[in-house]
């Protein structure tokens, strides 16, 4: 007896230790995946933050009658197609006079984005009583100008280094001496689609695209998801090799690369039933395919765990199966359902592999309107911006990822709750 | 389940001939990546200036774009396709089987590939003789006929004029379209200095192709992706590297990189204008003559592409980097773009 107990107190330093250096490695792990995270999201926050602000110009134009050559009494087609810009124009000639050259003159006309002669176009045309008056309007500032306003472009460095030049900077010093230009929050971001100006692109068409496509697989992927898990739990016979084969199919499916589901995509809707490319229909139908595997499984899951007991009392008291599955089964199990559907639905929030070839990797300018106009997510807003060459869209690029991980966030933390609020225990 | 995939079958079929097949409000474009940055740009202003839709462009490479235009001729196939090549015989006779027989081409401009460096590093002089004989996986040996595994490191061992460091070439993977520019013009265009391999382009044809097509695969050409904006960031961080992008990016990014000479002439604007820049190559668009009048807008757009406001000298395709033709080209091709005139190829070459 004492024999026993001395080998166990020889043993009991070691084991102590054991777990000591067990749990510290557990912390040490633990503290290493959140670094990455944390410098992942410094990294993108640092980089994006700027993106939330945006440089205005003021800029007095005058609507002169003989420059646009349209009057008060001209029809609405007429007041459309007026060149507006040539006032634009006239108005930074007059304030910095003597500007000569192709080059500078050119970049004179870059000071404000080419988006103000289409603004004035749409105030003209709400009130065509403006014409022949001087107004000040405040316009976005273009994208070069922008950049230094948010000290991204270092004025004390040799001249051929930067792309700003001097003469830029006497006109940019005038307009900030007369207060003239101004950083204000980032509206654009969240009113506009997608643009090939920096200034004035904006994430919504990428966020609409995303919320009718998320519609979509939603919409289908749920009722096909839990019928064939409600199914494949409840009614399919068991030890049966038929069932055991969809089982091990549907598992395996959940494991296939995402860009094999975009190729059977283009093949059975695009080419064979014609579902028009670029679509949220066919994105949709697509991130069902890719979705429907993860919800199959989490459902089963949730199904499964339902305790028998309550299924049985059910039966005793005469409900048919179809009533134990509407009435008691479905709803105990909705936590882990619901759960289960919004993480699928996450990861197809943040998918771009099968929609390239689906067309949904594409220059749209128009907010979508439904699932039949041509749209984008928001991924493949991303990768769009962070592959164009303008300087100002790697600011675009990050504040994007920050717009599409709040949303993920938010899914996430959707799921939590749900779970928390009907969770039951047994 | 079985219910379920049945009657979503039949959901999308009945969906499918409805109202699928009623048309399309917007121009839809596809191909070439070079020139997605230049059609963007004009579709943008095209959907603000007018009351038409403004186009939707996909970035699908000059071959699969053209691959997607000639599928055939209904409304559900791409009305624009852009390539930054011209159009192949055996592509028109794809077309032409599956009943696409009136295309309209329009060349849009040159777009230049820049061969560059950081700005903290020394400005490189290279021949095109010394690009191929850096980067090709196998060169002439001593004897004429003679070829062995490119045994190059340094671009002091290439040419005894160029620096003593390393070769580090960042560039596009094969499937892009730069590459296969940079290939034809740039390792061909040094290939054939070698009198012995040129002669070799009449007497066989494809080893001569494989011989100046193929990039070596040491380590010392680096496939960078097909994100120019990260060779640009890599060359910032690495003095010795070169990188070969666009000349788009060359033009965004000045403060941080330079270009190479090359044979001589310094790559900007008016040096890719005159064609004296040896690597540069002309940027085309074809249009679907039977879509005009079916799908709206298709005229007036091409009217917007060909407007001096968009590819003129002074025009906002410069801005972004095109290299605008001609004068006379340009009167000679809006016209032709007016008038859609059917492509053929026999006529000009």
């Given at each position: 007896m004492s024999n026993s107990t001395d080998i166990i107190r020889a043993g009991l330093k070691k084991r102590y230790a054991r777990e000591k250096r067990f749990r510290f490695f557990g912390i040490v792990s633990l503290l290493i995946s959140f670094a990455f995270l944390l410098v992942l999201l410094f990294t993108i926050v640092n980089k994006g933050w700027p993106a939330f602000q945006q440089t205005y110009v003021k800029l007095d134009v005058e609507l002169s009658e003989d420059l646009l050559?349209?009057?008060?009494?001209?029809d609405e087609d007429a007041l459309y197609s007026a060149n507006y810009s040539k006032v634009v124009k006239k108005s930074l000639q007059k304030m910095f006079p003597g500007v000569k050259g192709r080059k500078q003159k050119r970049a004179l006309k870059n000071i404000v984005s080419n988006s103000a002669a289409y603004d004035i176009r749409d105030k003209v045309i709400e009130n065509p009583d403006l014409l022949g008056t001087t107004q000040s309007y405040w316009f976005l500032a273009k994208d070069d100008i922008d950049v230094f306003m948010k000290g991204k472009?270092?004025?004390?460095?040799?001249?051929?280094?930067?792309?700003?030049k001097d003469y830029q900077f006497v006109w940019i010093d005038k307009l900030i001496e007369e207060d003239r230009l101004e950083k204000r929050f980032n509206t654009v971001l969240f009113s506009n689609g997608d643009s090939r100006e920096p200034e004035q692109s904006g994430l919504k068409g990428a966020i609409m695209g995303s919320l009718y496509t998320m519609l979509v697989t939603l919409l289908l992927s749920f009722p096909i998801a839990v019928a064939a898990a409600a199914y494949l739990e409840e009614f399919a016979p068991q030890n049966n090799k038929w069932v055991d084969m969809i089982e091990i199919n549907i598992n395996n499916l959940a494991a296939v690369p995402s860009i094999v589901f975009g190729l059977l995509g283009l093949a059975i809707y695009i080419n064979y039933f014609g579902v028009p490319r670029s679509t949220p229909l066919i994105g949709g139908l697509v991130l069902t395919l890719m979705t429907l595997p993860t919800i199959i499984i989490a459902s089963r899951a949730a199904i499964k765990s339902v305790p028998p007991s309550i299924k049985e009392a059910a039966v005793g008291l005469g409900a048919s199966k179809v009533q134990v599955l509407f009435q008691h089964t479905l709803p105990l199990a909705m936590p882990g359902i619901l759960t289960g559907t919004i993480i699928g639905m996450a990861q197809a929030l943040g998918e771009t592999a099968p929609l390239l070839m689906i067309g949904m990797v594409a220059f749209v300018a128009e907010v979508p309107n439904g699932i039949l106009d041509p749209a984008t997510v928001m991924p493949v807003q991303i990768y769009l911006w962070s592959d164009s060459p303008e300087r100002a869209f790697t600011e675009r690029t990050s504040a994007a990822i920050m717009v599409l991980l709040a949303f993920l966030v938010a899914m996430n933390l959707i799921a939590i709750l749900l779970r928390k609020k009907f969770e039951r225990r047994w | 389940m079985k219910k379920h995939s049945l009657v979503l079958g039949t959901v999308l079929s009945v969906i499918s001939t409805s109202s699928f097949a009623a048309g399309r409000e917007h121009i839809e474009i596809v191909g070439s990546s070079t020139v997605y940055p230049f059609a963007t740009v004009v579709a943008e202003t095209f959907g603000k200036k007018t009351k038409f839709k403004t186009p939707k462009i996909e970035s699908t490479g000059s071959g699969g774009g053209l691959k997607l235009f000639c599928s055939g001729n209904g409304i559900n196939t791409p009305d624009i396709t852009n390539s930054s090549r011209r159009i192949k015989k055996s592509e028109v006779e794809l077309c032409a089987s599956n009943g696409v027989e009136n295309i309209t081409e329009v060349q849009v401009g040159f777009d230049g590939i820049a061969i560059a460096n950081s700005k903290k590093g020394e400005t490189f002089n290279l021949s095109l003789k010394d690009v191929f004989l850096a980067l090709a996986k196998e060169v002439p040996g001593e004897k004429e006929g003679e070829l062995i595994e490119n045994p190059y490191k340094t671009w002091k061992d290439v040419n005894a004029n160029l620096p003593d460091t390393k070769i580090e070439v960042l560039g596009p993977p094969p499937t892009s379209g730069t590459r296969d520019a940079f290939a034809e013009l740039a390792l061909e265009g040094g290939c054939k200095k070698i009198d012995w391999i040129k002669a070799l382009k009449k007497t066989d044809k494809s080893k001569f192709k494989s011989l100046c097509h193929t990039v070596r695969e040491d380590g010392a050409y680096i496939e960078a992706g097909e994100n120019d904006n990260l060779i640009v960031q890599k060359l910032d961080k690495n003095k010795n590297a070169l990188g070969v992008f666009g000349f788009s990016f060359l033009d965004q990014n000045e403060d941080k990189v330079k270009g190479a000479v090359i044979d001589g002439v310094e790559i900007s604007f008016d040096n890719i204008a005159d064609g004296q820049y040896p690597v540069s190559r002309p940027l085309y668009f074809y249009v679907k003559g039977d879509h005009v009048g079916k799908v709206p807008g298709i005229a007036e757009f091409l009217a917007e592409f060909t407007s001096d406001d968009a590819w003129g000298e002074d025009g906002y395709l410069t801005e972004k980097g095109l290299i605008p033709l001609s004068e006379e080209k340009r009167e000679e091709i809006s016209e032709a773009a007016r008038e859609l005139k059917v492509l053929s190829l026999e006529e000009e070459s």
């Open positions: 050559k349209v009057n008060k009494d001209s472009i270092d004025r004390h460095l040799p001249e051929d280094e930067r792309r700003i | -």
